[in-house]
């Protein structure tokens, strides 16, 4: 991986985990780097920790002269999509003439001359470009841009100066991942989100296939076999799920997870996985589809499997104890919901589930307002917190309330952030897991703090 020619950087949403990434990735090559964001995180933290400048200010007069000094043709502004228009930085370095590109387009820069393995999905992305860059970290070696902190790694970017290979999360958001020139891509899934961005879901499948079909023909795309495109692809593909290549056996021995991997012929028995359910066991087939093309030997795979940790906020155990389980997830999506109650019911059957969700955009909650309601059911008990907005304006009749409504649950409750910890503690379940892809995450050490001395005082 190369450094960009440029002598400092500014990024704006710089506590985003995408953003973030890049942050890292030029703090490795010793770029000077100045950011904004809207308010400090463990993110933000750790950036500046390692030295890198941040304001939480939106005004220009925020910005550090030690930026604002170097010629504007030195210099780079990259800004996330997630960034209000009106926001008055973003606007600063506008209307003074700076080059101002989005994350995808600064990725794009970066990626240049590398072999790019593109992770694509509506589900799945995060975890499954973890487990390849764990792979590929354990054997051959590669870089990664991730869209989550790996328990791995301890980071969302991993750098190796002497590999040419580079994971790269694929979003579909904003159509981003259309700026990626993938050598390999990975597509995991396809049901339709982001319709505020995309049509209907004819529109974001084939945004889709127009992405897949930038994959290089010597490198190959790997797709799950629900993914279906009406018109051919360019490039070779390689399906799992149903066909050749397949899991088998899922099952639960002495509290673990285990399956078979049915990989290019061979039948790697009861392979020990930390993430349970079906739909982890396909991420890990599909990375390990990906690794065994680029030459990775089939018992390097699984040993890497077998050691890989998980990804924060992907079925992340907060509290693990005889008396309580507390598990945080990112799902933030009907489907993603789905996946993540069944696994919890195959791990832990006849275990009572308490789930805290906060849905996230209003437009997301519109669109699959029925979706949601039928899989927030499955739960035993739900304490639903309101609307994350982000970056939308509320919509008319769209509301928390009116999901509850139709939630089929005997025990449900709206819920603010701020009671929230009382709200728990006076409940009864076995599991408890908070939900979303909001700033539920600020709710997760509270409610974890507030647990275990709920139980203290108990026992």
């Given at each position: 991986m190369k450094k960009l020619n440029i002598h400092s950087a500014y990024l704006i949403g710089i506590g985003g985990i995408?953003?973030?990434?890049?942050?890292?990735?030029?703090?490795?090559?010793?770029?000077?780097?100045?950011?904004?964001?809207?308010?400090?995180?463990?993110?933000?933290?750790?950036?500046e920790n390692r030295g890198i400048s941040i304001t939480y200010n939106d005004q220009e007069e925020s910005i550090e002269t030690d930026f604002l000094?170097?010629?504007?043709?030195?210099?780079?502004?990259?800004?996330?999509?997630?960034?209000?228009?009106?926001?008055?930085?973003?606007?600063?370095?506008?209307?003074e003439g700076y080059k101002v590109l989005?994350?995808?387009?600064?990725?794009?820069?970066?990626?240049?001359?590398?072999?790019?393995?593109?992770?694509?999905?509506?589900?799945?992305?995060?975890?499954?470009?973890?487990?390849?860059?764990?792979?590929?970290?354990?054997?051959?070696g590669c870089n990664a841009f991730l869209g989550g902190i790996s328990t791995n790694l301890k980071s969302n970017f991993l750098l190796n100066k002497s590999s040419d290979l580079?994971?790269?999360?694929?979003?579909?958001?904003?159509?981003?991942?259309?700026?990626?020139?993938?050598?390999?891509?990975?597509?995991?899934?396809?049901?339709?989100?982001?319709?505020?961005?995309?049509?209907?879901?004819a529109d974001f499948q084939n945004t889709f296939w127009s992405f897949a079909n930038r994959t290089a023909n010597e490198g190959g795309i790997v797709k799950h076999d629900s993914v279906k495109f009406n018109e051919e692809l360019n490039a070779a593909i390689v399906n799992y799920g149903a066909s050749a290549n397949r899991v088998e056996n899922l099952k639960i021995d002495q509290g673990r997870f285990q399956f078979d991997m049915i990989l290019?012929?061979?039948?790697?028995?009861?392979?020990?996985?930390?993430?349970?359910?079906?739909?982890?066991?396909?991420?890990?087939?599909?990375?390990?589809?990906?690794?065994?093309?680029?030459?990775?030997?089939?018992?390097?795979?699984?040993?890497?499997?077998?050691?890989?940790?998980?990804?924060?906020?992907?079925?992340?155990?907060?509290?693990?104890?005889?008396?309580?389980?507390?598990?945080?997830?990112?799902?933030?999506?009907?489907?993603?919901?789905?996946?993540?109650?069944?696994?919890?019911?195959?791990?832990?059957?006849?275990?009572?589930?308490?789930?805290?969700?906060?849905?996230?955009?209003?437009?997301?909650?519109?669109?699959?307002?029925?979706?949601?309601?039928?899989?927030?059911?499955?739960l035993d008990q739900l304490i639903l917190l309101d609307i994350y907005p982000a970056r939308e304006e509320p919509i008319a009749g769209v509301s928390s309330q009116v999901l509850l409504e139709k939630v089929n649950l005997d025990k449900k409750t709206l819920c603010t952030k701020a009671q929230l910890l009382k709200q728990v503690v006076q409940s009864e379940y076995d599991i408890i897991m908070t939900l979303g892809a909001g700033d539920i995450d600020r709710c997760v050490q509270p409610l974890k703090e507030g647990i275990l001395n709920e139980l203290s005082i108990k026992s």
């Open positions: 995408g953003m973030s990434a890049l942050a890292h990735y030029m703090n490795a090559f010793d770029i000077p780097i100045y950011g904004y964001d809207r308010t400090s995180s463990s993110i933000t933290t750790d950036l000094n170097v010629e504007k043709s030195n210099v780079l502004v990259i800004y996330t999509p997630a960034i209000p228009k009106d926001q008055r930085i973003l606007k600063f370095f506008r209307d989005k994350r995808s387009d600064a990725l794009a820069l970066v990626l240049k001359e590398m072999k790019v393995l593109a992770v694509a999905g509506t589900h799945g992305k995060t975890t499954t470009s973890s487990i390849l860059a764990h792979i590929l970290n354990e054997s051959i580079v994971v790269v999360e694929a979003d579909e958001y904003d159509r981003s991942f259309l700026k990626l020139e993938p050598f390999i891509s990975i597509i995991t899934s396809i049901e339709a989100d982001h319709l505020d961005i995309y049509r209907d879901q290019d012929n061979d039948r790697l028995e009861g392979i020990c996985f930390h993430l349970p359910g079906e739909y982890n066991a396909l991420n890990a087939l599909a990375a390990s589809i990906t690794a065994n093309k680029l030459g990775v030997e089939k018992s390097e795979i699984r040993a890497a499997l077998e050691s890989y940790h998980g990804v924060k906020r992907r079925f992340e155990y907060i509290i693990n104890e005889p008396d309580c389980i507390y598990i945080d997830d990112y799902a933030h999506h009907p489907g993603e919901l789905k996946s993540i109650i069944s696994a919890i019911k195959l791990l832990y059957p006849g275990k009572t589930v308490l789930g805290v969700f906060q849905p996230h955009l209003f437009s997301r909650t519109r669109d699959f307002m029925i979706q949601f309601a039928k899989e927030l059911s499955e």
